[in-house]
């Protein structure tokens, strides 16, 4: 499998950390509000509430190749000042035009790490897995990489305080979540004008973190098909993670309430028995809130809750790829 050293990549967190860091300080003067959106959108705050603009342009560079796959880099211009990376793995011989899905890393991340090129790490292979399958993978680099909060986890250079962003960012009537879903969301703006790639059963997963972020997309984005989420459905507020609560005067949606945001696309919760950050009680709770939405719908099909015999990682043998995929 290909490998790089961390050092290749720096360029992209500092860029990225930096540009969030201006709008932190300078905010949103340039987005005008838009004149109806989503009560979700509304309750995030700034940029998924403002007016929509053309659609972002990217670039890539190209990172290297292995048996799997050929790799890339993508620079996505979410908005003005903002550049947003990812890796794209398209995978050898696979099918014109590729199915695609889009797979987000959990706290102290990265793409690079998700698919092995940092070294171990708790993601089993999923891009690997998905691949297999002739997906191609877009994994985005989201502003939650280890520099310094774990010394047993691949560490990176450029140093960030996501809580201090977030207290800067909902002064503004926004917050890091919101900033980020909304970059997800570009991708996907840019993404859909690539004519190799098909996003008609686009679809998501995301583990720990990476799942917060990919199910609020999928409640605001029904260009989002299929959501595979993993390890973390206990309910979305958590004192751990203070950013996790809505801006001032909006209450928090629970994830259970966002997965009912998804009826009638397919929804698929994975977590752990042994699960010790995010145990399963919690998510056992949430899953019977968005079960009960499908059912009402007549749609109990398109919602699987699944605890496994395992801890804070991927599955190793789920079935959530296959569900993702659909072979």
Known sequence: MYTELPEKSEYSRREYAQAIERIA?????????????????????????TKPTDTPTFSQEYVGRDEMCEIFRLRINAMPGLPFYGLMFVPHNAPSPVPLCIAAHGYLGTPELMYGMHGKNG?????????????AVFAPQLLLWNCGFNPAKPH?????????????????????????????LRSIDALSKISALDL????????????????RAMALDTRIRRGYFMSCFDGGIDPRFPEWRFRDGYRSFRDGELAAMCVPRKVFVEVGRYDDIFPPEGAKREAECAASAYNHAGSEDSFIFNIWDGGHIVNPQSPGVKFLTNV
């Open 156 to 184: 990176y250079e450029t140093v960030y305080n996501r809580t201090e962003l977030d207290k800067k960012l909902k002064a503004y009537d926004s917050g890091i979540n919101a900033l980020e879903i909304f970059c997800i």
């Open 123 to 135: 993601y089993s292979g999923i891009i690997q897995r998905l691949l297999e399958k002739k997906t």
């Open 25 to 49: 300080r300078d905010g949103f003067s340039f987005s005008e509000k838009a004149s109806s959106v989503l009560p979700l959108a509304k309750a995030l705050g700034a940029p998924l509430d």
């Open 200 to 215: 008609s059963e686009l679809g998501v997963c995301g583990m720990s973190y990476g799942a917060f972020l990919t199910l």
